[in-house]
């Protein structure tokens, strides 16, 4: 049973930056593919950026150039940067790791629909006033 814990939300100025970090309890960061996704109150969650064993990444195309998500083998900890944020990435951020669907986890067109994943943390809180 892999544990996650998130950290590293608060809140933050419309066009400031944040750094999400993601601790795993064991082997999965660098073995699994691993994904930060988040929920707006009344929204569905909705993936923001994965990145699988091998290092390949993908991205909401609402968040490319934005975020970027990163992971630290030695520290099993997974990372997600987000710069220039706006008040519609506010939201839970969670982290999850080993999806369940087909094929390589960045290899889909959209990945904010692919929130099949097999464990996740408990999130952390991003606000952004308006």
């Known amino acids: 049973q892999v544990q996650l814990v998130e950290s590293g939300g608060g809140s933050v100025q419309s066009g400031g930056s944040l750094r999400l970090s993601c601790a795993a309890s064991e082997y999965a960061v660098g073995t699994y593919c691993m994904g930060w996704f988040r929920q707006a109150p009344g929204k569905e969650r909705e993936g923001v950026a994965v990145?699988?064993?091998?290092?390949?990444?993908n991205y909401a195309d609402t968040v490319k150039g934005r975020f970027t998500i990163s992971q630290d083998n030695a520290k099993r900890t997974l990372y997600l940067q987000m710069n220039n944020l706006k008040p519609e990435d506010a939201g839970m951020y969670y982290c999850?790791?080993?999806?369940?669907?087909?094929?390589?986890?960045?290899?889909?067109?959209?990945?904010?629909?692919?929130?099949?994943?097999?464990?996740w943390g408990q999130g952390t809180q991003v606000t952004i006033p308006s």
């Open positions: 999850a790791s080993e999806h369940t669907y087909p094929g390589p986890c960045t290899a889909v067109p959209d990945i904010r629909k692919r929130v099949e994943y097999k464990f």
């Open positions: 990145i699988d064993s091998d290092g390949s990444t």
